[in-house]
């Protein structure tokens, strides 16, 4: 195809009638046309030849390799290609190699739980006027990332009739989220998430942290959840009540909250033992909270939440 993108784009719209998703040179044909299959090639040829001169393509495929992902009757995961150049890959020499490594070994984070925290030891060699030196702590995350690029399993396809689920939590580096769907009888991984939280945010209270952790995560999978219902997990019981109707949070936690008002979500409580997206929130492993100081951390988190609310109305009662 040697005309240019955008006439070829709407020539090869037209002629499929939307039977197909066309992007650039490659036609994703959908399921429910394939009997129709020598029907619908005769009636392509016919609009797209005059196009391409030609007429080249594969059905039926076990597995197709598209942008970096291999795509199957399983699910999608990370190209063969891909995780073989990743495991082939020496120990960067400088800033430039690190930089390199990391945005190739991100294209592929969706796949990989807590990238975000297990990448920062090489993250902190980019920073502006940092030394590169290539210690024990950044082998280890080099090394950590291998790992976890090798052992990538597939992920379901999001589909629009299944119950969805975003599970998200905060941890003393940063956050992890993770987008589930109830399909085949169990709830199957469609996507990771995590980031590092910012040296302002890590001073955040306990609280405040995890309210950010549910907000980023629907904003962080909005193309899923938008106009959609679906559970909003957390493993710190006070967000069921700030997150509920009745709630009176401090300013900035409501303004979380606003930013929510667009999606159709209920927050639902689960302890952080069977939270699954807890491990990708943390990069060092803490002792876990006793359950049975939860009552004290719900009543701990109310009162923070009062008394900040208190402060603010004193301070705007008396001008500043």
Aim: aromatic content about 12%; some cysteine.
């Amino acid at each position: 195809m040697t005309r240019q993108p955008r006439i070829r784009l709407s020539a090869l719209s037209k002629s499929t009638k939307q039977e197909v998703k066309v992007f650039q040179d490659n036609l994703d044909n959908k399921p429910k046309f394939m009997p129709d299959q020598p029907v619908f090639m005769r009636s392509f040829r016919k609009g797209a030849k005059w196009v391409s001169g030609r007429i080249a393509g594969t059905f039926h495929l076990p597995k197709l390799t598209f942008f970096g992902h291999d795509l199957s009757r399983q699910g999608v995961a990370p190209s063969s290609e891909k995780v073989a150049a990743i495991l082939k890959a020496s120990p960067p020499q400088d800033a430039s190699q690190v930089r390199s490594f990391v945005q190739f070994v991100q294209y592929s984070a969706k796949f990989l739980p807590n990238f975000a925290q297990e990448a920062e030891p090489l993250r902190s060699l980019l920073r502006k006027n940092e030394p590169f030196i290539w210690g024990e702590t950044q082998e280890k995350s080099f090394k950590k990332l291998e790992q976890l690029v090798a052992q990538a399993t597939s992920f379901a396809y999001f589909r629009g009739d299944c119950n969805t689920r975003i599970i998200a939590n905060a941890g003393p580096q940063g956050l992890g989220a993770e987008l589930t769907q109830f399909q085949d009888s169990e709830w199957r991984a469609i996507s990771y998430a995590s980031r590092n939280l910012t040296e302002v945010e890590r001073r955040y209270s306990q609280t405040k942290e995890e309210a950010l952790a549910l907000v980023w995560a629907c904003e962080r999978f909005n193309i899923y959840v938008y106009r959609r219902k679906f559970e909003l997990e957390t493993d710190h019981k006070p967000l069921e009540c700030i997150f509920g109707k009745l709630s009176k949070p401090s300013a900035r936690i409501e303004r979380w909250v606003l930013r929510l008002q667009g999606y159709d979500y209920s927050v639902v409580y689960r302890p952080g033992k069977a939270n699954i997206a807890d491990s990708l929130s943390r990069l060092n492993q803490y002792e876990p909270k006793d359950s049975s100081g939860e009552e004290f951390d719900f009543v701990k988190a109310v009162a923070e939440e009062k008394f900040t609310c208190c402060s603010d109305r004193e301070t705007s009662r008396i001008g500043f």
